[in-house]
Protein backbone atom coordinates (compact mmCIF):
# COMPACT_ATOMS: atom_id res chain seq x y z
CA UNK A 1 0.00 0.00 0.00
CA UNK A 2 1.70 3.32 -1.16
CA UNK A 3 0.14 7.07 -0.76
CA UNK A 4 1.59 9.91 -3.11
CA UNK A 5 0.68 13.09 -1.30
CA UNK A 6 3.30 16.65 -1.84
CA UNK A 7 4.58 19.06 1.03
CA UNK A 8 5.36 21.89 -0.64
CA UNK A 9 6.41 21.59 -3.76
CA UNK A 10 7.81 18.32 -3.64
CA UNK A 11 6.03 14.96 -4.13
CA UNK A 12 6.10 12.67 -1.37
CA UNK A 13 5.67 9.07 -1.48
CA UNK A 14 5.35 7.51 1.86
CA UNK A 15 5.15 2.99 1.90
CA UNK A 16 3.46 1.71 4.75
CA UNK A 17 4.10 -2.01 4.63
CA UNK A 18 0.88 -4.56 3.88
CA UNK A 19 -1.51 -5.42 6.72
CA UNK A 20 0.06 -7.74 9.41
CA UNK A 21 -2.34 -10.74 8.67
CA UNK A 22 -3.90 -13.51 10.81
CA UNK A 23 -5.53 -17.09 10.12
CA UNK A 24 -8.96 -18.32 11.80
CA UNK A 25 -9.44 -21.44 10.45
CA UNK A 26 -13.28 -22.72 11.75
CA UNK A 27 -16.04 -19.87 11.51
CA UNK A 28 -16.66 -20.62 15.54
CA UNK A 29 -13.69 -19.88 16.38
CA UNK A 30 -13.01 -17.00 19.13
CA UNK A 31 -9.74 -16.58 18.72
CA UNK A 32 -7.11 -16.19 15.33
CA UNK A 33 -3.58 -16.98 15.50
CA UNK A 34 -1.22 -14.20 14.01
CA UNK A 35 1.06 -14.87 11.11
CA UNK A 36 3.91 -12.35 11.75
CA UNK A 37 4.56 -10.53 15.42
CA UNK A 38 2.76 -7.41 15.97
CA UNK A 39 2.75 -4.35 18.01
CA UNK A 40 0.21 -2.77 20.45
CA UNK A 41 -2.24 -0.20 18.46
CA UNK A 42 -1.52 -1.99 14.93
CA UNK A 43 -4.00 -2.96 12.78
CA UNK A 44 -4.76 -6.38 11.29
CA UNK A 45 -6.84 -8.49 8.88
CA UNK A 46 -8.04 -11.82 9.62
CA UNK A 47 -8.14 -14.28 7.06
CA UNK A 48 -10.23 -17.62 6.89
CA UNK A 49 -9.83 -19.75 3.32
CA UNK A 50 -8.03 -16.68 2.12
CA UNK A 51 -10.63 -14.48 2.32
CA UNK A 52 -10.73 -11.64 4.82
CA UNK A 53 -13.50 -11.63 7.38
CA UNK A 54 -12.32 -9.04 10.08
CA UNK A 55 -9.96 -5.87 10.91
CA UNK A 56 -8.78 -5.55 14.55
CA UNK A 57 -6.71 -3.24 16.37
CA UNK A 58 -4.75 -5.10 18.45
CA UNK A 59 -4.22 -4.16 22.53
CA UNK A 60 -0.78 -5.14 23.17
CA UNK A 61 2.51 -6.41 21.77
CA UNK A 62 1.93 -10.55 20.24
CA UNK A 63 4.42 -12.92 19.43
CA UNK A 64 4.53 -14.28 16.04
CA UNK A 65 2.14 -17.64 15.82
CA UNK A 66 -0.16 -16.48 18.92
CA UNK A 67 -3.38 -15.88 19.22
CA UNK A 68 -5.72 -12.57 19.75
CA UNK A 69 -9.02 -12.64 20.68
CA UNK A 70 -11.93 -11.45 17.64
CA UNK A 71 -14.49 -10.89 20.49
CA UNK A 72 -15.13 -9.71 23.53
CA UNK A 73 -15.74 -12.41 26.14
CA UNK A 74 -16.01 -12.55 30.34
CA UNK A 75 -14.33 -14.73 33.12
CA UNK A 76 -14.84 -18.01 32.50
CA UNK A 77 -16.14 -18.37 28.68
CA UNK A 78 -14.96 -20.75 26.92
CA UNK A 79 -12.56 -20.40 24.30
CA UNK A 80 -12.93 -21.51 20.60
CA UNK A 81 -10.47 -22.47 17.75
CA UNK A 82 -10.68 -25.37 15.30
CA UNK A 83 -14.57 -25.10 15.85
CA UNK A 84 -14.04 -26.45 19.44
CA UNK A 85 -13.18 -25.26 23.46
CA UNK A 86 -9.66 -25.33 24.03
CA UNK A 87 -10.08 -23.51 27.07
CA UNK A 88 -11.38 -21.46 29.66
CA UNK A 89 -10.98 -17.37 30.41
CA UNK A 90 -9.02 -16.25 33.56
CA UNK A 91 -10.45 -12.44 33.31
CA UNK A 92 -12.64 -10.78 30.90
CA UNK A 93 -11.07 -9.66 27.33
CA UNK A 94 -11.79 -6.87 24.56
CA UNK A 95 -11.06 -7.65 21.68
CA UNK A 96 -7.53 -7.71 20.43
CA UNK A 97 -6.25 -8.97 23.41
CA UNK A 98 -3.72 -11.59 23.77
CA UNK A 99 -4.84 -14.89 24.35
CA UNK A 100 -2.10 -17.30 26.00
CA UNK A 101 -0.94 -19.43 29.34
CA UNK A 102 -2.27 -16.45 31.64
CA UNK A 103 -5.43 -15.58 29.87
CA UNK A 104 -6.50 -19.29 29.27
CA UNK A 105 -7.28 -22.31 31.38
CA UNK A 106 -7.19 -25.66 30.09
CA UNK A 107 -10.82 -27.78 31.11
CA UNK A 108 -9.50 -31.29 30.26
CA UNK A 109 -6.56 -31.30 32.81
CA UNK B 1 -0.47 -44.61 -9.53
CA UNK B 2 -0.34 -47.33 -6.76
CA UNK B 3 2.55 -49.52 -7.72
CA UNK B 4 5.87 -49.55 -5.21
CA UNK B 5 8.83 -51.73 -6.01
CA UNK B 6 10.09 -52.98 -3.20
CA UNK B 7 11.03 -56.34 -1.17
CA UNK B 8 8.75 -59.37 -0.80
CA UNK B 9 9.47 -60.99 2.62
CA UNK B 10 8.61 -64.72 3.15
CA UNK B 11 6.06 -63.88 5.28
CA UNK B 12 4.31 -62.21 2.10
CA UNK B 13 4.87 -58.32 3.76
CA UNK B 14 5.99 -55.88 1.76
CA UNK B 15 9.06 -53.69 2.67
CA UNK B 16 10.83 -50.61 0.89
CA UNK B 17 13.83 -50.70 2.91
CA UNK B 18 16.24 -54.01 3.61
CA UNK B 19 18.17 -53.90 7.18
CA UNK B 20 19.66 -56.42 9.06
CA UNK B 21 18.80 -56.07 13.08
CA UNK B 22 21.79 -57.02 15.32
CA UNK B 23 19.03 -56.89 18.20
CA UNK B 24 19.92 -56.17 21.80
CA UNK B 25 18.26 -57.99 24.49
CA UNK B 26 19.72 -55.87 27.18
CA UNK B 27 21.67 -53.14 28.05
CA UNK B 28 25.28 -54.88 28.49
CA UNK B 29 25.14 -56.78 25.56
CA UNK B 30 24.82 -52.83 23.61
CA UNK B 31 28.61 -52.27 23.06
CA UNK B 32 28.66 -55.58 21.32
CA UNK B 33 25.94 -55.29 19.35
CA UNK B 34 27.09 -51.57 18.26
CA UNK B 35 30.61 -52.67 16.98
CA UNK B 36 29.03 -55.75 15.33
CA UNK B 37 27.06 -53.33 13.31
CA UNK B 38 29.98 -50.41 12.72
CA UNK B 39 31.61 -53.28 11.22
CA UNK B 40 28.90 -54.28 8.49
CA UNK B 41 27.15 -52.24 5.99
CA UNK B 42 23.35 -53.28 5.55
CA UNK B 43 23.25 -53.68 9.54
CA UNK B 44 21.63 -51.65 12.04
CA UNK B 45 22.25 -51.57 15.96
CA UNK B 46 18.96 -51.73 18.10
CA UNK B 47 20.54 -51.45 20.95
CA UNK B 48 18.27 -52.26 24.48
CA UNK B 49 17.37 -49.25 27.42
CA UNK B 50 16.94 -52.15 30.11
CA UNK B 51 16.20 -55.43 29.21
CA UNK B 52 16.79 -56.53 32.84
CA UNK B 53 15.79 -55.33 36.18
CA UNK B 54 12.45 -54.48 34.78
CA UNK B 55 8.73 -55.82 36.27
CA UNK B 56 5.60 -56.57 35.55
CA UNK B 57 3.96 -55.50 32.13
CA UNK B 58 6.83 -53.41 30.90
CA UNK B 59 8.37 -56.70 29.88
CA UNK B 60 5.75 -57.79 27.59
CA UNK B 61 6.04 -54.24 26.29
CA UNK B 62 9.84 -54.73 25.87
CA UNK B 63 9.58 -58.16 23.87
CA UNK B 64 5.85 -57.26 21.84
CA UNK B 65 8.12 -54.51 20.61
CA UNK B 66 11.58 -56.06 20.24
CA UNK B 67 9.81 -59.01 18.43
CA UNK B 68 7.61 -56.29 15.85
CA UNK B 69 11.20 -54.74 14.91
CA UNK B 70 12.10 -58.32 13.76
CA UNK B 71 8.92 -58.74 11.62
CA UNK B 72 8.86 -55.24 10.55
CA UNK B 73 8.70 -55.09 6.59
CA UNK B 74 11.51 -53.32 6.26
CA UNK B 75 13.79 -56.07 8.20
CA UNK B 76 15.44 -58.94 5.80
CA UNK B 77 16.95 -60.70 9.09
CA UNK B 78 17.33 -60.22 12.41
CA UNK B 79 20.84 -61.46 14.96
CA UNK B 80 19.75 -61.46 18.68
CA UNK B 81 22.58 -60.39 20.99
CA UNK B 82 22.11 -61.01 24.62
CA UNK B 83 24.57 -61.38 27.72
CA UNK B 84 22.85 -64.53 29.03
CA UNK B 85 21.31 -64.03 32.71
CA UNK B 86 19.41 -61.09 31.81
CA UNK B 87 14.84 -61.53 32.92
CA UNK B 88 14.59 -60.80 28.96
CA UNK B 89 15.90 -63.67 27.36
CA UNK B 90 17.41 -64.42 24.15
CA UNK B 91 15.85 -67.78 23.50
CA UNK B 92 12.16 -66.13 24.50
CA UNK B 93 12.77 -62.77 22.30
CA UNK B 94 13.48 -65.34 19.52
CA UNK B 95 10.64 -67.71 20.20
CA UNK B 96 8.52 -64.09 20.20
CA UNK B 97 9.63 -63.53 16.90
CA UNK B 98 8.98 -66.96 15.64
CA UNK B 99 5.58 -66.66 16.34
CA UNK B 100 5.49 -63.18 13.88
CA UNK B 101 7.54 -64.12 11.31
CA UNK B 102 9.67 -67.08 9.62
CA UNK B 103 12.14 -64.39 8.13
CA UNK B 104 16.32 -65.00 8.74
CA UNK B 105 16.66 -65.16 12.44
CA UNK B 106 20.00 -66.16 14.75
CA UNK B 107 20.97 -65.86 18.06
CA UNK B 108 24.12 -65.52 19.94
CA UNK B 109 24.91 -65.30 23.84
CA UNK B 110 28.06 -63.19 25.07
CA UNK B 111 28.12 -65.36 28.36
CA UNK B 112 28.18 -68.78 26.16
CA UNK B 113 30.26 -67.52 23.84
CA UNK B 114 32.71 -66.35 26.06
CA UNK B 115 33.35 -63.05 26.09
CA UNK B 116 32.80 -59.93 23.51
CA UNK B 117 35.64 -60.22 21.38
CA UNK B 118 34.56 -63.62 20.27
CA UNK B 119 30.62 -62.48 19.96
CA UNK B 120 31.64 -59.62 18.05
CA UNK B 121 33.66 -61.36 15.66
CA UNK B 122 31.23 -64.49 15.57
CA UNK B 123 28.77 -61.70 15.08
CA UNK B 124 30.18 -59.89 12.08
CA UNK B 125 30.41 -63.36 10.34
CA UNK B 126 26.90 -63.90 10.95
CA UNK B 127 25.91 -60.08 9.94
CA UNK B 128 28.03 -59.92 6.89
CA UNK B 129 26.57 -63.53 5.40
CA UNK B 130 23.18 -62.33 6.29
CA UNK B 131 23.56 -58.79 4.78
CA UNK B 132 25.04 -60.67 1.06
CA UNK B 133 21.63 -62.71 1.62
CA UNK B 134 19.32 -59.50 1.79
CA UNK B 135 21.37 -58.51 -1.38
CA UNK B 136 20.57 -61.33 -3.45
CA UNK B 137 16.76 -60.50 -2.67
CA UNK B 138 14.85 -58.86 -6.09
CA UNK B 139 13.09 -56.42 -5.70
CA UNK B 140 9.26 -56.86 -6.27
CA UNK B 141 6.41 -54.85 -7.38
CA UNK B 142 3.89 -54.03 -4.24
CA UNK B 143 1.17 -51.33 -3.63
CA UNK B 144 0.12 -48.53 -1.62
CA UNK B 145 -2.18 -50.66 0.05
CA UNK B 146 0.31 -52.58 1.71
CA UNK B 147 1.82 -49.56 3.15
CA UNK B 148 1.39 -48.43 6.86
CA UNK B 149 2.52 -45.21 7.64
CA UNK B 150 3.37 -43.81 11.23
CA UNK B 151 2.32 -40.12 11.91
CA UNK B 152 3.96 -37.96 14.64
CA UNK B 153 4.26 -34.36 15.50
CA UNK B 154 7.29 -32.99 17.67
CA UNK B 155 8.40 -29.50 18.67
CA UNK B 156 4.54 -28.52 17.86
CA UNK B 157 4.11 -24.62 17.75
CA UNK B 158 0.95 -22.83 16.60
CA UNK B 159 2.13 -23.92 13.22
CA UNK B 160 1.65 -27.39 13.25
CA UNK B 161 -2.43 -27.61 13.81
CA UNK B 162 -2.53 -24.85 10.81
CA UNK B 163 -0.59 -26.50 7.90
CA UNK B 164 1.45 -29.50 8.28
CA UNK B 165 -1.34 -31.32 10.17
CA UNK B 166 -4.17 -31.02 8.18
CA UNK B 167 -2.54 -31.19 5.13
CA UNK B 168 -0.85 -34.59 6.31
CA UNK B 169 -4.36 -35.51 7.44
CA UNK B 170 -5.36 -35.22 3.61
CA UNK B 171 -2.50 -37.22 2.45
CA UNK B 172 -3.82 -39.85 5.16
CA UNK B 173 -7.21 -39.98 3.42
CA UNK B 174 -5.88 -40.77 0.15
CA UNK B 175 -3.70 -43.18 1.14
CA UNK B 176 -6.97 -45.23 3.36
CA UNK B 177 -8.52 -44.80 -0.03
CA UNK B 178 -5.60 -46.17 -1.40
CA UNK B 179 -6.32 -49.61 1.01
CA UNK B 180 -3.57 -48.63 2.85
CA UNK B 181 -2.77 -47.80 7.23
CA UNK B 182 -1.87 -44.78 8.71
CA UNK B 183 -1.56 -44.82 12.70
CA UNK B 184 -2.06 -42.13 15.00
CA UNK B 185 -0.57 -42.18 18.46
CA UNK B 186 0.63 -40.28 21.57
CA UNK B 187 -2.74 -40.86 23.70
CA UNK B 188 -1.71 -37.47 25.78
CA UNK B 189 -2.39 -35.20 22.98
CA UNK B 190 -5.64 -37.19 22.08
CA UNK B 191 -6.68 -35.92 25.24
CA UNK B 192 -9.23 -33.32 25.00
CA UNK B 193 -10.55 -35.12 21.19
CA UNK B 194 -11.39 -38.16 22.43
CA UNK B 195 -15.23 -37.43 21.92
CA UNK B 196 -14.81 -36.14 18.78
CA UNK B 197 -12.61 -39.99 17.60
CA UNK B 198 -14.63 -41.37 19.21
CA UNK B 199 -17.70 -40.12 17.21
CA UNK B 200 -15.56 -41.18 14.56
CA UNK B 201 -15.04 -45.16 14.90
CA UNK B 202 -16.22 -48.43 13.05
CA UNK B 203 -18.62 -49.37 15.84
CA UNK B 204 -19.60 -48.72 19.46
CA UNK B 205 -16.71 -51.40 20.87
CA UNK B 206 -14.15 -49.16 19.39
CA UNK B 207 -15.47 -45.95 20.16
CA UNK B 208 -15.65 -47.43 23.66
CA UNK B 209 -12.08 -48.28 23.48
CA UNK B 210 -10.88 -44.68 22.49
CA UNK B 211 -12.59 -43.32 25.50
CA UNK B 212 -11.14 -46.00 27.98
CA UNK B 213 -7.69 -45.15 26.10
CA UNK B 214 -7.70 -41.46 27.04
CA UNK B 215 -9.64 -41.24 29.85
CA UNK B 216 -7.14 -44.00 31.43
CA UNK B 217 -4.14 -42.23 31.18
CA UNK B 218 -6.02 -39.20 32.47
CA UNK B 219 -6.68 -41.52 35.66
CA UNK B 220 -3.38 -42.62 35.60
CA UNK B 221 -2.04 -39.44 35.81
CA UNK B 222 -4.26 -38.12 38.52
CA UNK B 223 -4.00 -41.40 40.47
CA UNK B 224 -0.31 -40.93 40.54
CA UNK B 225 -0.68 -36.99 41.71
CA UNK B 226 0.82 -36.19 38.87
CA UNK B 227 -0.30 -33.62 36.42
CA UNK B 228 -0.41 -34.35 32.87
CA UNK B 229 0.05 -30.32 32.51
CA UNK B 230 3.54 -30.72 33.79
CA UNK B 231 5.10 -32.18 30.94
CA UNK B 232 2.17 -31.19 27.72
CA UNK B 233 2.07 -28.66 26.49
CA UNK B 234 5.67 -28.39 26.38
CA UNK B 235 8.04 -25.27 27.21
CA UNK B 236 9.18 -24.77 23.50
CA UNK B 237 4.97 -25.45 22.66
CA UNK B 238 4.13 -22.72 24.66
CA UNK B 239 6.59 -20.33 23.35
CA UNK B 240 5.81 -21.36 19.90
CA UNK B 241 2.03 -20.05 20.74
CA UNK B 242 -0.19 -23.13 22.01
CA UNK B 243 -1.75 -22.41 25.34
CA UNK B 244 -3.58 -26.03 26.32
CA UNK B 245 -3.19 -28.94 26.00
CA UNK B 246 -6.77 -29.01 23.90
CA UNK B 247 -5.66 -27.20 21.43
CA UNK B 248 -2.43 -28.85 20.84
CA UNK B 249 -4.22 -32.02 20.38
CA UNK B 250 -7.09 -30.32 18.26
CA UNK B 251 -4.06 -29.19 16.25
CA UNK B 252 -2.50 -32.52 16.06
CA UNK B 253 -5.31 -35.39 15.54
CA UNK B 254 -6.02 -33.79 11.75
CA UNK B 255 -2.96 -36.07 11.10
CA UNK B 256 -4.85 -38.93 11.03
CA UNK B 257 -7.29 -37.57 8.44
CA UNK B 258 -11.12 -37.80 8.31
CA UNK B 259 -12.02 -41.71 7.92
CA UNK B 260 -13.33 -44.12 9.96
CA UNK B 261 -11.30 -45.16 13.10
CA UNK B 262 -11.02 -49.28 12.11
CA UNK B 263 -8.80 -50.13 15.65
CA UNK B 264 -7.18 -48.95 18.77
CA UNK B 265 -4.04 -51.02 19.61
CA UNK B 266 -1.65 -51.12 22.52
CA UNK B 267 1.71 -49.73 22.21
CA UNK B 268 4.08 -51.78 19.77
CA UNK B 269 1.01 -54.23 19.02
CA UNK B 270 0.35 -55.15 15.09
CA UNK B 271 -2.93 -54.01 13.81
CA UNK B 272 -5.07 -56.57 12.53
CA UNK B 273 -7.49 -53.88 10.64
CA UNK B 274 -6.31 -51.58 7.90
CA UNK B 275 -7.67 -47.75 7.70
CA UNK B 276 -7.45 -45.35 10.50
CA UNK B 277 -5.84 -46.74 13.34
CA UNK B 278 -5.17 -45.43 17.06
CA UNK B 279 -1.90 -46.72 18.97
CA UNK B 280 -1.57 -46.04 22.54
CA UNK B 281 2.32 -44.49 22.81
CA UNK B 282 3.85 -41.63 25.42
CA UNK B 283 4.36 -38.12 23.63
CA UNK B 284 8.21 -38.64 23.83
CA UNK B 285 8.86 -39.02 19.93
CA UNK B 286 11.47 -41.62 19.88
CA UNK B 287 9.33 -44.04 22.06
CA UNK B 288 6.52 -43.19 19.89
CA UNK B 289 7.74 -43.85 16.46
CA UNK B 290 9.40 -47.09 17.68
CA UNK B 291 6.31 -48.19 18.45
CA UNK B 292 4.55 -47.72 15.29
CA UNK B 293 7.79 -49.95 13.89
CA UNK B 294 6.67 -52.50 15.85
CA UNK B 295 3.07 -51.71 14.78
CA UNK B 296 4.40 -52.49 10.76
CA UNK B 297 4.90 -49.34 10.00
CA UNK B 298 7.31 -49.00 7.04
CA UNK B 299 7.56 -45.52 6.71
CA UNK B 300 6.44 -41.88 8.95
CA UNK B 301 5.67 -38.67 7.95
CA UNK B 302 6.65 -36.03 11.11
CA UNK B 303 5.37 -33.14 11.54
CA UNK B 304 7.68 -30.35 13.26
CA UNK B 305 7.01 -26.78 14.17
CA UNK B 306 10.28 -26.01 16.06
CA UNK B 307 12.24 -28.19 14.31
CA UNK B 308 12.95 -31.56 15.04
CA UNK B 309 16.21 -33.43 13.91
CA UNK B 310 15.02 -37.37 14.43
CA UNK B 311 15.58 -40.19 12.37
CA UNK B 312 14.71 -44.23 13.13
CA UNK B 313 16.97 -47.38 12.69
CA UNK B 314 14.67 -49.21 10.60
CA UNK B 315 12.44 -46.55 8.97
CA UNK B 316 12.53 -43.25 7.07
CA UNK B 317 10.95 -40.14 8.92
CA UNK B 318 10.29 -37.67 6.46
CA UNK B 319 10.40 -34.60 8.22
CA UNK B 320 7.02 -31.38 7.03
CA UNK B 321 7.11 -27.84 8.50
CA UNK B 322 4.84 -25.09 8.10
CA UNK B 323 6.65 -23.24 10.05
CA UNK B 324 8.94 -20.75 7.44
CA UNK B 325 11.47 -20.07 9.67
CA UNK B 326 12.81 -23.46 10.71
CA UNK B 327 11.94 -24.47 7.30
CA UNK B 328 15.28 -21.84 6.97
CA UNK B 329 17.32 -22.37 9.49
CA UNK B 330 16.47 -25.77 10.06
CA UNK B 331 17.04 -26.55 6.51
CA UNK B 332 19.31 -29.94 6.94
CA UNK B 333 17.02 -31.51 8.96
CA UNK B 334 13.66 -30.46 7.17
CA UNK B 335 12.20 -32.49 3.70
CA UNK B 336 9.52 -30.40 2.73
CA UNK B 337 8.56 -26.89 3.70
CA UNK B 338 4.74 -26.16 3.87
CA UNK B 339 4.70 -22.65 5.10
CA UNK B 340 3.25 -21.67 1.60
CA UNK B 341 -0.24 -22.90 3.33
CA UNK B 342 -0.02 -19.92 5.80
CA UNK B 343 0.47 -17.03 3.54
CA UNK B 344 -2.27 -18.42 1.03
CA UNK B 345 0.07 -19.59 -1.62
CA UNK B 346 0.08 -22.59 -1.44
CA UNK B 347 -3.29 -24.62 -0.27
CA UNK B 348 -4.43 -27.29 1.86
CA UNK B 349 -5.24 -29.67 -1.18
CA UNK B 350 -1.54 -28.50 -2.49
CA UNK B 351 0.22 -29.37 0.36
CA UNK B 352 -1.32 -32.92 1.01
CA UNK B 353 -0.26 -33.50 -2.55
CA UNK B 354 3.30 -32.40 -2.05
CA UNK B 355 3.33 -35.22 1.48
CA UNK B 356 1.53 -37.85 -0.62
CA UNK B 357 4.35 -37.13 -3.85
CA UNK B 358 6.99 -37.51 -1.16
CA UNK B 359 5.69 -40.28 0.57
CA UNK B 360 5.62 -42.39 -2.47
CA UNK B 361 9.24 -41.28 -3.72
CA UNK B 362 10.58 -42.29 -0.71
CA UNK B 363 8.92 -45.42 -0.38
CA UNK B 364 10.93 -46.02 -3.73
CA UNK B 365 14.48 -45.24 -2.52
CA UNK B 366 14.49 -40.96 -2.19
CA UNK B 367 16.66 -40.96 0.93
CA UNK B 368 14.85 -38.08 4.16
CA UNK B 369 17.09 -36.14 5.55
CA UNK B 370 17.19 -38.39 8.80
CA UNK B 371 18.79 -40.62 6.44
CA UNK B 372 21.30 -38.82 4.73
CA UNK B 373 22.08 -37.73 8.08
CA UNK B 374 22.67 -41.10 9.59
CA UNK B 375 20.17 -40.83 12.64
CA UNK B 376 19.19 -44.10 13.61
CA UNK B 377 17.01 -43.52 17.05
CA UNK B 378 15.17 -46.20 18.63
CA UNK B 379 13.84 -46.69 21.74
CA UNK B 380 11.53 -49.20 23.38
CA UNK B 381 8.91 -47.70 26.16
CA UNK B 382 9.17 -48.48 29.65
CA UNK B 383 6.30 -47.91 32.75
CA UNK B 384 6.49 -49.24 36.60
CA UNK B 385 9.70 -47.43 36.80
CA UNK B 386 9.62 -47.34 40.82
CA UNK B 387 13.44 -48.80 42.09
CA UNK B 388 14.22 -45.76 43.60
CA UNK B 389 12.67 -44.13 47.14
CA UNK B 390 13.69 -40.98 45.85
CA UNK B 391 15.32 -39.81 49.05
CA UNK B 392 14.58 -35.69 49.33
CA UNK B 393 12.44 -35.29 46.26
CA UNK B 394 11.71 -31.98 45.23
CA UNK B 395 7.32 -31.23 43.86
CA UNK B 396 7.82 -30.40 40.52
Not at chain 2, 137 to 146: A, D, F, N, Q
Request: with cysteine.
Amino acid sequence: MSLLFSLGNQPFILLAADMKQAIALNERDTVCTVLDAVEAGETIEVLRDGQVIQHLEVKEAVPKYFKVTLVAQSEDDEVIKYGEIIGQLNHDVQIGDLIHVDALRSIKV
Amino acid sequence: MNELVGYRRPDGRFGIRNYVLILSTVGCANETVKRIADQVDGAVAIPNQKGCGQVGDSMEILRRTMAGFAANPNVYGTIVVGLGCETNKPQVIAERIRSLTNKPLEVMTIQAIGGTVKTIEAGIKLAQTMVAAGRRVELSKGSLSEITLATNCGGSDATSGLSPNPALGLCSDRLIQAGGTVILGETTELIGTEHILASRAKDTATGERILELVQGLETTFAAMGLSVRGANPTPGNMAGGLSTLEEKSLGGISKLGSSMINQVVRYGEMPTQKGAIIMDTPGYDIESVSAMVAGGAQVCVFTTGRGNPIGNAIIPMIKITGNGDTAQTMADNIDLDLSGILNASLSLKEGGQLIYDRLITTCMGELTKSEINGFKEIAIYRNNEVWCCNLDAEEV
